[in-house]
């Protein structure tokens, strides 16, 4: 069972887990990424590109948090929080809310 009762409980721990930038800089570059893989799928009509989709995703973010942050993603505990987050946090950094 979750700690958190709703995802905006559990937002401000996310961010707390991103407080590196670079960790950050990861997690945008790896949704980026992922976005740029769902337009290649739709634009060739080939659905197999969306197999690099979770690989860009996480791969990206995993480097970021073990490698800059020094701690485990919040994605083994809080899957979908963690995936809302995701976004969630792409949004603030694109309206400038968050930092790069």
């Known amino acids: 069972?979750?700690?958190?009762?709703?995802?905006?409980?559990?937002y401000p721990f996310y961010l707390g887990e991103h407080s590196?930038?670079?960790c950050r800089?990861?997690?945008f570059a790896g949704s980026t990424l992922v976005l740029g893989?769902?337009?290649?799928?739709?634009?060739?009509?080939?659905?197999?590109?969306?197999?690099?989709a979770p690989v860009a995703g996480y791969g990206f973010a995993w480097i970021g948090h073990y490698v800059f942050e020094k701690n485990r993603p919040a994605?083994?505990?809080?899957?979908?929080?963690?995936l809302?987050?995701?976004?969630?946090?792409?949004?603030?950094?694109?309206?400038?809310?968050?930092k790069l």
Do not use: C
């Open 1 to 10: 069972m979750s700690q958190y009762a709703s995802f905006r409980e559990f």
């Open 37 to 52: 893989v769902i337009v290649t799928a739709l634009a060739t009509g080939n659905a197999w590109w969306l197999l690099l």
């Open 25 to 27: 800089r990861m997690h």
């Open 75 to 82: 994605t083994f505990t809080h899957p979908l929080y963690s």
């Open 20 to 22: 590196d930038r670079q």
């Open 84 to 98: 809302m987050g995701d976004w969630v946090m792409y949004w603030q950094i694109l309206r400038g809310k968050v």
